[in-house]
């Protein structure tokens, strides 16, 4: 059935459609348990996925989430206007660093479409 998908579904969609699904199945993960660093949103716990925990907000992984907490304590990222490229980034930290107001932000990739420059 996966392989089914996979040549059905172009590559281009199946970002979106993995947030999508996971968003979808996040409503049901309503709680106060967890707090998500990257969206900022409370929960009953994350998604368990493989070996991986997924945020039922935005869908960040565990390695963005760390890497989120870092750069808000240790660096001025969110609050001082910068200069950013940021090569080959996933979705979600895409979609959040593109929503930071202090930041000139450019994302590049060879391959994925929701870059600003390939």
Same mark, same amino acid.
Request: with cysteine.
């Given at each position: =059935? #996966?392989?089914?998908?996979?040549?059905?579904?172009?590559?281009?969609?199946?970002?979106?459609?993995?947030?999508?699904?996971?968003?979808?199945? *996040?409503?049901?993960?309503? +709680?106060? #348990? !967890?707090?998500?660093?990257?969206? *900022?949103?409370?929960?009953? *716990?994350?998604?368990?996925?493989?070996?991986?925990?997924?945020?039922? +907000?935005? !869908?960040?992984?565990?390695?963005?989430?760390? =890497?989120?907490?870092?750069?808000?304590?240790? /660096? *001025?990222?969110?609050?001082?206007?910068? #200069?950013?490229?940021?090569?080959?980034?996933?979705? /979600?930290?895409?979609?959040?660093?593109?929503?930071?107001?202090?930041?000139?932000?450019?994302?590049?990739?060879?391959?994925? #479409?929701?870059?600003?420059?390939?």
């Amino acid at each position: =059935m #996966k392989n089914f998908l996979r040549r059905l579904i172009p590559s281009s969609l199946r970002p979106y459609l993995r947030q999508f699904y996971f968003r979808f199945r *996040g409503l049901f993960y309503r +709680g106060d #348990k !967890v707090e998500c660093p990257v969206c *900022g949103r409370r929960f009953r *716990g994350f998604i368990t996925h493989g070996l991986e925990r997924l945020c039922p +907000g935005c !869908v960040s992984v565990r390695r963005q989430r760390l =890497m989120i907490l870092y750069l808000r304590r240790e /660096t *001025g990222l969110f609050s001082e206007p910068l #200069k950013v490229l940021h090569i080959a980034p996933d979705l /979600t930290l895409h979609r959040l660093f593109h929503r930071q107001p202090n930041l000139d932000y450019t994302s590049l990739d060879l391959h994925r #479409k929701y870059v600003d420059r390939n």
